[in-house]
C-alpha cells in the first residue's frame, strides 16, 4: 500500500487550501532502611562500597541542605515502610549528601523535603553505583481532585510517601514535589475496584486531577470521557504533546455535533466518543482526511518519539460506515516513506467492534517499536467514523513515557 501512504500521511503539512477541524500541537549515617531487611542509609561516601549504592546532594539555591528528609521507594510502591516493600528513609548529612546502599534491582523514586520545599528524582538501579550530584529542592505544589461515583476512601502515591482522605468525592494532596504523580484511588467499599489518575505539576502550583479510571492488565490511553484533546497520559507524562487532532485536505466538508471545538466528541447515555462524518467534492483529486492522536510531542521539526516495546497489543473500537487506514508512525524520520512502521484497511462495522493488533507481528523489529510518535486513522473518501476506547494492553508506563 505505498501508493496509499504517499496519499494518506501527513507531516509537517504546509498547503494551500486545507482545511484544519482541529490540531493540537525526574543524612545521618547508620540510618535504617525502613521496609526489606537492614540495609542502611547513610550520609556520606563511606559506604559506596557495598554495592548498588546511590548517593545525591540536595541544595536550595545552591548552598547543601543539612538534615533534609529523603525517601527512596520503588516506583510502584503504595505503602512505603509496609512488609515486603522496598523502600528506605535517611537525612542529608552537614554537606546535604544522603547514600543509600544495597538497593536491589529496579525503578525507584527519590524524594528529598524540607519546610515547603521538595523534589522527587526518578532512578533506575541495575547493578550500579549512582551518583545523582546536585539537586535543588523547589516550592512544593498541591494536587486537588474528585472522584466520581464512590464518596470516601483513600488517595496513595506511587512511589512517593503521600496520601490524603477522600470525603464525598474531594481530595487534596499538600506539600507534594513538583512533576509526574502516580495516583490511586482505594475505596472504603472494599467490593469497589480502584482507580488510577494521572498529573503533572508545577512548583508552588495548584494541579487538578481530571479523571480516574479502572485500569486492570491494561493502559486507557483515551476514552474521551474527560472531553480533553490530551490523551490520559500527557498532563503527566507528555508536557505540551499528546494532543489527539482532525485534519483534512478542502476537499472535504465535515458535519459534526461536538460539543467541543478541539476534536468532534459527542455523548450518549453509553459515554463519549469520537465521531467524525466527512463528505468528499465530486472530482477531488487525492483527497484526505486524517485523525489520530499524537502518543509523543511535535513540536516544529523536534519529535519525540515513545517505547512501546514493553506494550503487546494495541486495542480500540470503531463503527460507522466506510474505510479508514490505521497507521503508526515515526516521525522522526527523514523519509515520508519509511515513517509508516505500520498500515491496516479496516472497515466499519455498523456496530461497536474492538480491534487488537498485537504489537510484535505488525512491527516484528523491535527497535522500530520503540519509537512510535503518533497513531492515526485516515481516509480519502466519505466517512462516517466512530472512535473510542485507545488501549495499551500491556507495557509498562515508565518505560513507555521514557522519551527517545
Given at each position: 500500500?505505498?501508493?496509499?501512504?504517499?496519499?494518506?500521511?501527513?507531516?509537517?503539512?504546509?498547503?494551500?487550501?486545507?482545511k484544519?477541524f482541529?490540531?493540537?500541537?525526574?543524612?545521618?549515617?547508620?540510618?535504617?532502611?525502613?521496609?526489606?531487611?537492614?540495609k542502611?542509609?547513610g550520609?556520606?561516601p563511606?559506604?559506596?562500597?557495598?554495592?548498588?549504592?546511590?548517593?545525591?546532594?540536595?541544595?536550595?539555591e545552591?548552598?547543601?541542605v543539612a538534615?533534609?528528609?529523603?525517601?527512596?521507594?520503588?516506583?510502584?510502591s503504595?505503602?512505603?515502610?509496609?512488609?515486603?516493600?522496598?523502600?528506605?528513609?535517611?537525612?542529608?548529612?552537614?554537606?546535604?549528601?544522603?547514600?543509600?546502599?544495597?538497593?536491589?534491582?529496579?525503578?525507584?523514586?527519590l524524594?528529598?523535603?524540607?519546610?515547603?520545599?521538595?523534589i522527587?528524582?526518578?532512578v533506575?538501579?541495575?547493578?550500579?553505583n549512582?551518583?545523582?550530584?546536585?539537586?535543588?529542592l523547589?516550592?512544593?505544589?498541591?494536587?486537588?481532585?474528585?472522584?466520581?461515583?464512590?464518596s470516601?476512601?483513600?488517595?496513595?502515591?506511587?512511589?512517593?510517601d503521600?496520601?490524603?482522605?477522600?470525603?464525598t468525592?474531594?481530595?487534596?494532596?499538600?506539600?507534594?514535589?513538583?512533576?509526574t504523580?502516580?495516583?490511586?484511588?482505594?475505596?472504603?467499599t472494599?467490593?469497589a475496584?480502584?482507580?488510577?489518575?494521572?498529573?503533572?505539576?508545577?512548583p508552588?502550583q495548584?494541579?487538578?486531577?481530571t479523571?480516574?479510571?479502572a485500569?486492570?492488565?491494561?493502559?486507557?490511553?483515551?476514552?474521551f470521557?474527560?472531553l480533553?484533546?490530551?490523551?490520559?497520559?500527557?498532563?503527566?507524562f507528555?508536557?505540551n504533546?499528546?494532543?489527539?487532532?482532525?485534519?483534512?485536505?478542502?476537499?472535504?466538508s465535515?458535519?459534526?455535533?461536538s460539543?467541543?471545538?478541539?476534536?468532534?466528541?459527542?455523548t450518549?447515555?453509553?459515554g463519549?466518543?469520537?465521531?467524525?462524518?466527512?463528505t468528499?467534492?465530486e472530482?477531488?483529486?487525492?483527497p484526505?482526511?486524517?485523525?489520530?492522536?499524537?502518543?509523543?510531542?511535535?513540536?516544529?521539526n523536534y519529535?519525540?518519539t515513545?517505547?512501546?516495546?514493553s506494550?503487546d497489543t494495541i486495542?480500540?473500537?470503531?463503527?460507522?460506515?466506510?474505510?479508514?487506514f490505521?497507521?503508526?508512525?515515526d516521525?522522526?524520520r527523514?523519509d515520508d516513506?519509511?515513517?509508516?512502521?505500520?498500515?491496516?484497511?479496516?472497515?466499519?462495522?455498523?456496530?461497536?467492534?474492538?480491534h487488537?493488533?498485537?504489537?510484535?507481528?505488525?512491527?516484528p523489529?523491535?527497535?522500530?517499536?520503540?519509537?512510535?510518535?503518533?497513531?492515526?486513522?485516515?481516509?480519502k473518501?466519505?466517512?462516517?467514523?466512530?472512535?473510542?476506547?485507545?488501549k495499551?494492553?500491556?507495557g509498562?508506563?515508565?518505560?513507555?513515557?521514557?522519551r527517545?
Open positions: 500500500m505505498k501508493s496509499l501512504r504517499n496519499i494518506l500521511y501527513l507531516s509537517n503539512v504546509d498547503k494551500s487550501g486545507l484544519f482541529a490540531l493540537g500541537c525526574a543524612a545521618i549515617a547508620g540510618l535504617v532502611g525502613c521496609s526489606d531487611g537492614d542502611t542509609a550520609g556520606g563511606s559506604g559506596t562500597e557495598a554495592g548498588n549504592a546511590i548517593v545525591a546532594t540536595i541544595v536550595n545552591g548552598a547543601p538534615r533534609a528528609k529523603v525517601n527512596l521507594i520503588e516506583s510502584e503504595l505503602d512505603f515502610g509496609a512488609a515486603g516493600e522496598s523502600s528506605y528513609t535517611a537525612n542529608t548529612d552537614e554537606n546535604g549528601i544522603v547514600e543509600f546502599n544495597e538497593i536491589p534491582k529496579g525503578k525507584y523514586t524524594e528529598a523535603s524540607t519546610e515547603g520545599l521538595a522527587q528524582i526518578p533506575s538501579v541495575n547493578n550500579q549512582i551518583d545523582l550530584g546536585e539537586n535543588s523547589q516550592q512544593t505544589a498541591t494536587i486537588n481532585g474528585i472522584v466520581d461515583g464512590i470516601n476512601g483513600t488517595i496513595k502515591v506511587r512511589g512517593l503521600h496520601s490524603a482522605k477522600v470525603s468525592g474531594k481530595f487534596s494532596l499538600q506539600g507534594m514535589p513538583a512533576g504523580a502516580n495516583l490511586v484511588f482505594i475505596p472504603e472494599e467490593s475496584d480502584t482507580t488510577f489518575g494521572y498529573v503533572n505539576s508545577e508552588g495548584t494541579a487538578n486531577v479523571s480516574f479510571e485500569e486492570k492488565g491494561f493502559l486507557l490511553i483515551e476514552d470521557e474527560d480533553n484533546n490530551q490523551h490520559r497520559y500527557a498532563p503527566a507528555t508536557p504533546g499528546g494532543w489527539w487532532f482532525v485534519t483534512a485536505d478542502s476537499a472535504f465535515l458535519e459534526t455535533n460539543s467541543t471545538t478541539s476534536i468532534p466528541l459527542e450518549d447515555s453509553t463519549s466518543y469520537m465521531h467524525i462524518k466527512a468528499v467534492a472530482g477531488a483529486v487525492n484526505w482526511l486524517s485523525t489520530g492522536v499524537q502518543i509523543g510531542n511535535k513540536l516544529s519529535v519525540t515513545y517505547d512501546l516495546s506494550v486495542a480500540f473500537d470503531t463503527k460507522g460506515e466506510g474505510i479508514v490505521l497507521q503508526i508512525l516521525e522522526s527523514a516513506s519509511s515513517k509508516v512502521l505500520y498500515e491496516a484497511q479496516i472497515d466499519l462495522p455498523g456496530i461497536w467492534v474492538t487488537k493488533f498485537a504489537l510484535d507481528e505488525i512491527i523489529n523491535e527497535k522500530d517499536r520503540t519509537m512510535v510518535s503518533m497513531i492515526t486513522w485516515s481516509t473518501d466519505n466517512i462516517d467514523f466512530f472512535l473510542d476506547n485507545l495499551f494492553i500491556g509498562d508506563k515508565n518505560l513507555i513515557w521514557n527517545q
